[in-house]
């Protein structure tokens, strides 16, 4: 158990429609970071935030958006669905942002559009 | 622009031999590598990671990796597989710089059979 909580497990949608993932990091951890896994892209890093602040950005679509509340749990807004949305996202966390932070993953949120 | 080669997209082994999975990767500016394993249905796990010090990094469960820094390779292996070490596993970096992003390679299918 890697200590990072990403709600639900699994998520059924149509397109058109807009879903909310929900992280919480390790007890401790400061910055949370997403991540999309698909097929044809593998793991890619969509955004990080710190301390409730954006820090980084990937390749992150502007149909989704994230925001890291006061209590450091994450949550990733995907609006707008398409088919091609359809996949794994994970959210990881660490304790501070310096580069030799290992990053703890959740088990991650199936999304599935049909 | 940084990036990770993991040469092979499936590794067939038998039971109780050695493996080695390949990691190649491109940065202008030092580096951390990870390996992370994902086992079916659930989320990534950190394996190792090289920060600094010794190039020969260990996980507790007998796999090793080793940095090398004039072939930017980052290969993990181990002497003796077992069946459960049947997983998918990513190689990953992530660069010095401000950037604080893992870059994960394509994944590696390892199948261990008996």
């Known amino acids: 158990d890697s200590g990072v909580t990403q709600t639900p497990k699994h998520l059924i949608t149509a397109t058109g429609q807009r879903v909310t993932l929900r992280c919480s990091p390790r007890s401790g951890d400061l910055s949370v970071y997403w991540y999309q896994q698909s097929l044809d892209q593998g793991l890619q890093f969509l955004i990080q935030?710190?301390?409730?602040?954006?820090?980084a950005k990937g390749n992150i679509l502007e149909r989704f958006s994230a925001q890291q509340f006061p209590d450091l749990h994450s949550e990733l807004n995907l609006s707008s669905l398409e088919l091609g949305d359809s996949a794994l996202y994970f959210c990881?966390?660490?304790?501070?942002?310096?580069?030799?932070?290992?990053?703890?993953f959740g088990d991650g949120t199936r999304l599935s559009i049909l | 622009a940084q990036s990770v080669t993991q040469l092979d997209s499936q590794v067939p082994v038998f039971e109780e031999a050695p493996v080695e999975l390949r990691c190649n990767y491109s940065?202008?500016?030092?580096?951390?590598l990870f390996w992370y394993v994902q086992y079916p249905n659930q989320g990534l796990q950190l394996l190792l990671k090289?920060?600094?010090?010794?190039?020969l990094v260990e996980s507790i469960n007998g796999f090793e990796a080793e940095f090398n820094k004039s072939q930017t390779s980052f290969h993990l292996r181990k002497p003796s597989v077992h069946i459960s070490d049947t997983a998918e596993y990513f190689c990953a970096v992530r660069v010095a710089d401000s950037s604080y992003k893992l870059i994960f390679g394509s994944g590696t299918r390892l199948l261990v059979r008996p």
């Open positions: 090289y920060l600094s010090g010794s190039t």
């Open positions: 940065s202008s500016v030092s580096v951390y």
């Open positions: 990881a966390s660490s304790v501070g942002v310096g580069s030799n932070q290992p990053q703890h």
């Open positions: 935030y710190y301390n409730g602040e954006e820090r």
